[in-house]
């Protein structure tokens, strides 16, 4: 771990993709429930933002929406999304991180 993290700031990188660390979730319980959870709750997340790109995923909305909304807590950080990116932006962070 301190490893890459060194290595991450000395080659100009600014996030781990991928934590250095897996564990196989089938050996585990709680680490198998905690993929479901987040399988969900990013396919939640992305039907939220842009539902006509995947259609399918309204089921998920459709059964675990309410459930996930009254457990989650919510920051005031999200409170200006969704809003889409212009064209501008992400041309910035394209040439930004695609230059390395």
Known sequence: MKNAIYEMHQ???YQ???APVQVDSKL???IQC???LC????KLSFYEVE???KPDYEIFKRYFGD?????QK???VRNNLPKKASEKSLKKLCSRFNSY
């Open 34 to 36: 905690a993929d479901w």
């Open 74 to 76: 919510r920051s005031n």
């Open 67 to 71: 459930r996930m909304a009254k457990a």
């Open 51 to 53: 539902p006509e790109s």
């Open 39 to 42: 399988a969900i709750y990013g």
């Open 16 to 18: 781990l993709i991928e």
């Open 28 to 30: 585990y319980q709680t």
């Open 11 to 13: 080659n100009g990188k």
